[in-house]
């Protein structure tokens, strides 16, 4: 009998630098499988189905989501944004732990799902406010109306911080990802997460009665 | 305001390398608290007082007991063991953890005392009980009964490791102590012992005001 993979929720404001830890961590462990979103938005030039997101019809999505197919979804700007349930139920049974790049909301709901019990959550603060601007103006020549409307979602998706499991301050890359790290590995060793140590009690038994 | 220690249970039957692993982890941490159990039991020669255990008389480990000064205690071939729970609450407010060295009943106590939810407890499973013999044989020079009497205790101790919340199988010393100092900094990053956040939080709301 396997481990059973958990659920890695990282939620964080853009600009935080979730994104930087969620690559950093799917190299660290490659049998990690990252949850890639269904939408309904439009692909990009460069955007890949399957890839970047499950680009799908607005019939298509509402209809996992009414099978129960979504683990969560949520409606941004006008789009509907979910994480498919299948995936990370096989991911799960064989052994893998599935990597959420989401916000408050959908971490709220995989929490309240079927599969809440397997979820470890992990919110990414920036050392400062200043220090976030700063991050969000130097990756994109937005308008400062587009880092004004971040900024606003990024102090909304802040106050969500204490629903969190583990809270990283993300003062140092480097350092925040050794914690990444110590929390993921620190989680596999859970005893409810290593089914496997049943079978290898019970042969530690079986050796108590043959001695 | 510091973040507040934890109590760090580590239990196993002996032999299973417990002693070790405790010990290495106060030279990794030496803020780490170790908890000096008291004891009604006779000093052998070379024990100190407050050392090896707080000596006391029958009637004062009695008193402690009736007036709730002990975290856990139990009767152990006539004897009483108990873990004093002032230096233990000290410690918490200090934002020092304490490291228990107890068996299952001391660890059964404790999480179900006032303190419970500071817990973090982890039991250590020896690789095979063929492994765990020969270690028990090769470090005394005991009688067969002797023996035989600490293999029932051992096997009464792994009867309850479904009771913790981790579990290491020590095959190898090396990888179980990265094992635990991994489990021990991760618990430490959990938000609800890091209640300093709440202040920086509010350091950062008020950054984004003014803006």
Redesign the interface.
């Given at each position: 009998m396997t481990r059973r993979g958990l659920l890695l929720i990282l939620s964080s404001p853009s600009g935080a630098g979730k994104s930087t830890l969620a690559r950093k961590l799917m190299t660290w462990d490659p049998s990690i499988r990252f949850s890639v979103s269904a939408t309904t938005r439009q692909p990009r030039p460069g955007e890949e189905d399957g890839r970047e997101y499950y680009f799908r019809s607005r019939d298509a999505f509402e209809t996992m989501v009414k099978t129960g197919d979504m683990l969560e979804h949520a409606e941004v700007f006008g789009n509907f944004y979910g994480s498919p349930k299948a995936p990370v139920e096989a991911a799960m049974l064989d052994g893998r732990d599935t990597l959420f790049d989401i916000d408050w909301q959908g971490g709220q709901q995989i929490r309240n799902s079927s599969l809440g019990r397997d979820v470890v959550s992990i919110?990414i603060?920036?050392p400062?406010?200043?220090e976030l601007?700063q991050r969000l103006r130097s990756r994109a020549q937005d308008s400062d109306e587009v880092i004004a409307g971040r900024?606003a979602k990024s102090?909304d998706e802040?106050s969500h911080?204490?629903e969190?499991?583990?809270?990283?301050?993300n003062r140092d890359i480097d350092t925040s990802f050794a914690?990444l790290t110590?929390?993921l590995?620190?989680?596999r060793?859970?005893?409810d997460r290593?089914p496997q140590?049943t079978d290898?009690?019970r042969s530690?038994?079986r050796?108590?009665e043959t001695?």
């Amino acid at each position: 009998m396997t481990r059973r993979g958990l659920l890695l929720i990282l939620s964080s404001p853009s600009g935080a630098g979730k994104s930087t830890l969620a690559r950093k961590l799917m190299t660290w462990d490659p049998s990690i499988r990252f949850s890639v979103s269904a939408t309904t938005r439009q692909p990009r030039p460069g955007e890949e189905d399957g890839r970047e997101y499950y680009f799908r019809s607005r019939d298509a999505f509402e209809t996992m989501v009414k099978t129960g197919d979504m683990l969560e979804h949520a409606e941004v700007f006008g789009n509907f944004y979910g994480s498919p349930k299948a995936p990370v139920e096989a991911a799960m049974l064989d052994g893998r732990d599935t990597l959420f790049d989401i916000d408050w909301q959908g971490g709220q709901q995989i929490r309240n799902s079927s599969l809440g019990r397997d979820v470890v959550s992990i919110f990414i603060l920036p050392p400062s406010i200043a220090e976030l601007e700063q991050r969000l103006r130097s990756r994109a020549q937005d308008s400062d109306e587009v880092i004004a409307g971040r900024m606003a979602k990024s102090r909304d998706e802040i106050s969500h911080w204490a629903e969190y499991d583990y809270v990283i301050v993300n003062r140092d890359i480097d350092t925040s990802f050794a914690e990444l790290t110590t929390i993921l590995q620190a989680e596999r060793l859970r005893r409810d997460r290593q089914p496997q140590l049943t079978d290898f009690v019970r042969s530690l038994n079986r050796e108590f009665e043959t001695r």
